[in-house]
């Protein structure tokens, strides 16, 4: 029987958690990502840790930059990942998933 392949698709809520957990590692807040990028707000940042959108390619460039990591250790997806992304959901972890399931409910905060 032959092997079907996937299209590779990146999933948004769980590329988000990963760039809060690496920016809780590195002891980054929203603000300082921002200043690093030169973003005109934060807006966007949250919008890509809570799983609306995602960072630019170039956004994403920048961030592996900021955090030591390659980009492909930013996105997760449908594909065998490289480390992080299949540890998401571990005990240290549970506010970010907490978070990320009331933004997910509307109810922020």
Request: hydrophobic share 40%; net charge neutral.
């Amino acid at each position: 029987m032959k092997e079907v392949i996937m299209f590779p698709i990146i999933d948004k809520r769980k590329t988000g958690i990963n760039i809060r957990r690496i920016m809780d590692m590195r002891g980054l807040t929203v603000k300082d990502v921002q200043e690093y990028l030169e973003l005109g707000s934060v807006q966007s940042i949250y919008h890509w840790i809570n799983g609306i959108s995602m960072p630019t390619i170039d956004n994403l460039y920048a961030l592996s930059d900021l955090f030591h990591v390659p980009i492909d250790l930013l996105v997760c997806g449908n594909r065998k990942p490289l480390t992080l992304c299949d540890n998401a959901h571990n005990e240290s972890n549970e506010r970010v998933y907490e978070y990320s399931e009331r933004i997910k409910n509307g109810r922020a905060a």
